[in-house]
């Protein structure tokens, strides 16, 4: 027989499912059904190759809400970002950087993409310190 085939939960919980021939889940469907409806999800196989897994509603709508946010929670999302552009500290950067001149905006550029290891020994070259 095939290896187990596990799924893990609404909750997050690492399930194994029980795995079916489907000549004996067409005899044994209500009782497949049952378990499913439970949260116990069911694996229906055909030559011992998974072709289906029966779950249960609330399963199944935790799956789609898992891959696809609603509205709200974009909202809420984009709300929350916008909040905390409105910062003081926020307010103050976003202000210096439309004030800047375009040489200093070019070397918070290179600073922002140079990793910090060359950056460290561009300093060390120079004699610089780290402030």
Not at 62 to 87: C, H, K, N, T, V
Not at 97 to 116: D, H, L, M, Q, S
């Amino acid at each position: 027989m095939s290896q187990p085939l596990r799924f893990r939960n609404a909750q997050g919980e690492l399930v194994d499912l029980a795995q079916v021939p489907a000549t004996r889940f067409k005899n044994e469907l209500a009782a497949m059904f049952e378990q499913a409806a439970i949260g116990r999800p069911v694996a229906i196989t055909k030559h011992d190759t998974p072709k289906a897994v029966l779950i249960s509603y609330e399963e199944f709508r935790a799956l789609m809400a898992s891959r696809s946010p609603s509205l709200g929670d974009l909202e809420a999302e984009f709300d929350a970002l916008l909040e905390g552009m409105q910062s003081p500290a926020s307010r103050k950067a976003m202000a210096q950087a439309y004030e800047a001149e375009p040489a200093a905006i070019g070397r918070a550029a290179v600073k922002a993409a140079t990793p910090k290891r060359a950056a460290a020994r561009s300093r060390k070259r120079s004699g610089k310190r780290p402030g």
